[in-house]
């Protein structure tokens, strides 16, 4: 049986390159587990993947192509704000997960490097 999500492309040169606009996923403040699986699901982003929920939803509030990937490490939630470019996957930010909702600190320091990344 074909499960197309988990496709992997033959070619390395087929994956886009990560562009880190902000933030890093480190060991601490993330356990062992936690970087495995965000490195995991950054690889598959890297190849092309669409993630939808549980592991990413999409963050229209940012702008076009935008989305927020949800990494359970332990006790503790992290995400990872990315936007899906045809040449890259340009990482906007990485923070805990403390509240129900994105704080507006975060959206809009999300929304000016993106501001800064297209004008450059």
């Not at 699901?41 to 549980?54: E, H, I, N």
């Amino acid at each position: 049986m074909s499960n197309p999500t988990y496709a992997v492309r033959e070619d390395p040169g087929d994956e886009r390159p990560l562009v880190w606009l902000a933030g890093e996923i480190r060991t601490p403040p993330f356990s062992r587990a936690g970087r495995l699986l965000a490195g995991y699901l950054l690889r598959r982003l890297q190849r092309g993947d669409r993630l939808a929920m549980p592991f990413s939803r999409p963050m229209p509030v940012i702008g076009r192509r935008c989305h927020e990937l949800r990494v359970r490490d332990g006790d503790r939630n992290w995400r990872i704000c990315y936007r899906t470019d045809p040449d890259a996957v340009v990482i906007l930010a990485v923070f805990p997960k403390t509240s129900r909702e994105t704080p507006l600190d975060v959206i809009e320091s999300c929304r000016r490097r993106l501001r800064e990344y297209d004008d450059a």
